[in-house]
């Protein structure tokens, strides 16, 4: 079957002509790149991906097609979708979908048969960059207009789409649990939480009430009680998408749970958000660290994790208080990957110790909170 003609423009007018492969039409969004070989259905099902055309660097996108268990979420979130190529069959006992018709019926504007090593090449020169994927402006005056679009479209700076993107009302968590010992309660703010993150936290024997992005702490705190043993045992601060400092809400929110003196445990976003709760500053990426690649040394213990990240900002470790200590680095250009408080039991990491998809490395990340909340119990 022959595809419409599509192209992915970027707001500095670099062009990559392709063929459509999702929805017909235009979506607009920041691209970015992922350098994961597998697991293209946790990355579009991530949240943390709300706002963002997505470039996956293997050569091959779809190959074991999609189904219902590998979501980190109810729906696609991707603003659009390109590689190289996106099959139209896949092999695989368990997939139920081509990742083409998946994307179709999520009116996901997706494209392939580009060049997406010149594309990548131009994102790590240029950094990431607002564009659009389209198959209804193509050439002449309808591309220049779609570039004139583009150059007027929200830069990712400033943008609180955590606030967009999760739950909306209260609910608790209903995972199946391992029999046999005492569990414990905690609440997590979603924003933009990716599901196995909370699979994580109940097989390490936690069990999870999930509030909205824009919850009063003096819910989470009152639903805790004046004793920590008669209600949350501590709090998580998830993952998601957009720019930490436009979120001065939860901010201030991550700020009363740390005052609290009780178990806090943040990741990706959440790390970021505990950052400037405690008076550091975050600052934009030139292209991020996406994939399941990236090498995080501790540098507490020295030693080295392959760990799963996605993220656009990060924590300036230059401005965190002196009572915080830098836990992790990022091998590859030396940032901030986890810091902890010396004198609470708050601590936090950049990168996905769920691991969906990626490495395993980083699982006992769960079990160093579940001690925590032991410990506050």
Known sequence: MTRAAAVLALEDGRIFPGRSA???????????????????????????????????TASHVGNYGLNAEDVESSRIHVAGFAARSFPPRFSNARGTVAIGDALAAANVVAIDELDTRALVRHLRTRGAMRGAVSSAATEGAALARLLDEIRTQPTMAGAALALTVGTRVRFDADLPVSTGGLRYRIAAIDFGMKTNILRRLSAHGIDTTVFPADVNPGELLRLGGANPAEGFDGFFLSNGPGDPAALPGPVSTVAALVESGRPVFGICLGQQLLGLAVGAKTFKLKFGHRGANHPVKNVLTGHVAITSQNHGFTVDPDTLPANAVVTHTNLNDGTCEGFRLGDRPVFAVQYHPESAPGPHDSDALFDEYAALVRAAR
């Open 22 to 56: 999702g929805a017909e039409g235009t979506s607009f969004g920041e691209v970015v790149f992922n350098t994961a070989l597998s697991g293209y259905q946790e990355t579009l099902t991530d949240p943390s991906y709300a706002g963002q055309i997505v470039v996956m």
